[in-house]
């Protein structure tokens, strides 16, 4: 019961410091270089691992797909099972995954030690509201980075598919058969859908990073402990939160 | 340039504060129990007392970073506890430890404030974030990251964000804590010569004993989360309370040592 209730305490101080945080929007523009800021560390530097990652996901995902659809006869269909894989599930997925890994825990251990630093209080003390300089920017260029993000890794995914379709003798689907059936089974909503998903799985990552590195207490051990929470709460709300979005955009 | 060159007053009235039986309670430990008292516009007053015995917890309430149990503190009229009164009254908090942000240099440390309340502009900024430095002499420090510096320069670099916000009431957590005596000393002037040059009200909370002593115009001593005494600092110097009088000048015992005492206190 009281875990219940200590679950429900910080969703509602999680709502509560979104609140506050939508009430300093007007001060984005003033933010501006902290957004930037922002935006090259969730963007430009998460970047190059979605891109191996996905790469390889596409890739093994067609590797599978080949030798499964094989018996099926249904090889040339690899193309849209893989794109369309990637755009409504795997790259969505991944990217909020790689984002909560490399970022968020980032974010938390920055936020905890600030706070346990009394940075945070600090900056309290002296009317500078901490939602307003070290939330907002964080939120707003995650909304901005993870369609980027995305887009990127589902380019990725197909490529690593086509050159595995085109290069493994037990498969041998060239590129262009390929991407002429992934084309033809995508649908922009399949796009948009998934890019929905991402700023949903992004919003969500950095909230629960900035609530938890915001609301660490004692000292340099809790840190990490806030660091374990923040990656193990995001990780459990991203696989929750697509099943759910799924039921809805399906 | 010196501690005499100092900051212009603050533009807005300095401010006293009002302490009303306040209690704090975490769990069931009571931190402060009924504490009451007065700092008045302009003065120095030292809060001294032993450690554990709620100083912290006290300047906390006032500058509203703890909710009182029960009781009020106010700062001229206003509840500090409320947020909106940090935007009616400025109030410069120097922490223990300085609280610095780590990942500005001395210059943007100074900067923040006037920046995000919009004080001008990066002339006029630059011109009071050098000003500020310069009073405290660490014109050399201004490129420099927190973790370049030594304790006293942290613990003047604090002092100098909080000159750049022109308080009305400054508040200082153990500022000689851990400094060499001479750094002590520096610090302590610098207390004095704020006060006397820009007229803000200075809450000082330390065990430093010449501190309080020399430059206080009123001293509190709280022992176990209650106000002991409050008087000048003379009343001090002739006090007959034992536990006081302990605390003010502790001699050593080693046939009764009091670690032994706190061994028994325990069982």
Redesign the interface.
């Known amino acids: 019961m009281n875990s219940f209730l200590a679950i429900c305490e910080s969703f509602g101080s999680a709502l509560c410091m979104l609140g506050r945080t939508a009430r300093y929007l007007n001060t984005l523009p003033r933010q501006f270089p902290r957004f930037i800021e922002q935006c090259y560390l969730i963007g430009y530097t998460t970047m190059p691992i979605v891109t191996i990652l996905c790469f390889f996901i596409g890739s093994a995902l067609a590797q599978q797909s080949g030798y499964s659809m094989e018996n099926f006869g249904a090889k040339q269909f690899i193309g849209a099972l893989v794109g369309l894989s990637m755009v409504r599930e795997l790259g969505p997925v991944m990217v909020a995954i790689l984002v909560a890994g490399r970022v968020g825990s980032a974010i938390t251990a920055?936020l905890a030690?600030?706070k346990v630093?009394?940075?945070v209080?600090?900056l309290?003390?002296?009317?500078?509201p901490p939602e307003?300089?070290l939330v907002l920017p964080r939120l707003a260029a995650v909304l901005v980075m993870m369609p980027v993000l995305t887009v990127i890794a589902n380019l990725c995914g197909w490529y690593g598919g086509a050159l595995v379709c085109q290069y493994t003798k037990s498969i041998s689907v060239d590129s262009e058969s390929y991407f002429a059936v992934l084309k033809r089974f995508m649908a922009v909503r399949d796009v948009s859908d998934g890019l929905l998903k991402a700023e949903v799985f992004g919003f969500v990552v950095i909230t629960i990073c900035c609530h938890i590195g915001l609301n660490t207490r004692g000292g340099p051990r809790e840190i990490g402990a806030s660091l374990t929470k923040a990656i193990v709460t995001s990780l459990i709300f991203i696989l929750v939160l697509d099943y759910f979005i799924n039921e809805i955009l399906i | 340039m010196s501690t005499a060159d100092i900051a212009p007053p603050s533009p807005r009235p300095t401010v006293g504060i009002t302490v009303a039986h306040l209690t704090k309670k975490f769990a069931n430990v009571t931190v402060l129990n009924d504490v009451s008292f007065e700092v008045r516009p302009g003065e120095i007053f030292c809060l001294m007392g032993p450690s554990g015995s709620g100083k912290t917890v006290l300047l906390?309430h006032i500058?509203?970073?703890e909710i009182p149990t029960s009781g009020q503190v106010h700062i001229g009229e206003f509840d500090a506890s409320d947020p909106a009164t940090?935007?009616k009254v400025r109030?410069?908090?120097v922490?223990q430890?300085g609280?610095?942000?780590?990942?500005m240099t001395v210059y943007d440390n100074l900067a923040?404030?006037p920046r995000?309340?919009r004080l001008g502009g990066e002339p006029a900024i630059r011109e009071r974030v050098m000003h500020a430095l310069s009073i405290l002499s660490l014109e050399k420090a201004v490129a420099k990251m927190p973790s370049e510096l030594s304790g006293g320069m942290r613990r003047r670099v604090a002092i100098a964000r909080a000159l750049v916000?022109e308080p009305q009431l400054l508040l200082y957590d153990e500022p000689t804590a851990e400094l060499d005596p001479i750094l002590g000393a520096t610090i302590i002037e610098i207390i004095a010569t704020l006060r006397e040059h820009t007229a803000v009200t200075s809450l000082v909370v330390t065990h430093d004993r010449s501190l309080a002593l020399s430059i206080a115009d009123r001293v509190a001593i709280i022992m176990d989360g209650r106000i002991r005494a409050v008087g000048v600092p003379e009343d001090f110097k002739r006090t007959t309370d034992p536990a006081i009088t302990d605390f003010l000048n502790p001699l050593i015992d080693l046939k009764h040592p009091r670690f032994k005492q706190l061994e028994n206190d325990h069982e």
């Open positions: 920055e030690s600030m630093y009394q940075e209080d600090a309290v003390t002296m009317d500078i307003r300089i | 906390k500058v509203g970073l940090r935007a109030l410069a908090f922490f430890a609280a610095l942000f780590n990942s923040l404030y995000e309340h916000m």
